[in-house]
């Protein structure tokens, strides 16, 4: 949920306070990201994509955030006597959502000249 009111202006980002702070156990992170209806409801994106919280994140002021950027202005404000567009998220607005998360072992890789398999096509072949 939101924490506070924000105005956030048509290309321009924000930081959406959540009112909030976790102290993960070690080893594990949040991810946090939008919900599936933020960018229909705002005209906003996240514009880390996922955000990942780590375990060392625990500091008295390291409430979460959500960064955000405004591409469709929904609301329209008087500013210098000129109208802005953008989009207002309010108090309690419910912007994004997280997962907690074991943190990933480390893993190594192998360089290989071929996987010796056949091609499947990549991105939006299916």
Not at 13 to 32: C, D, Q, S, T, Y
Not at 56 to 82: A, F, R
Not at 100 to 120: A, L, W
């Amino acid at each position: 949920y939101a924490n506070k009111d924000v105005f956030v202006k048509c290309g321009e980002r924000a930081m959406v306070p959540l009112g909030f702070a976790l102290e993960l156990p070690e080893g594990w992170e949040g991810h946090l990201a939008p919900r599936s209806s933020t960018f229909k409801t705002w005209g906003i994106i996240q514009t880390n994509s996922v955000g990942v919280v780590d375990d060392t994140y625990i500091g008295d002021n390291d409430q979460w955030h959500m960064p955000v950027y405004c591409l469709q202005g929904k609301d329209i404000e008087s500013e210098n006597e000129e109208e802005v567009k953008g989009t207002w998220i309010r108090k309690g607005d419910k912007i994004g959502q997280f997962r907690i998360m074991e943190v990933m072992p480390e893993i190594e890789f192998e360089e290989v000249e071929s996987f010796g398999n056949k091609d499947r096509g990549g991105f939006g072949t299916t």
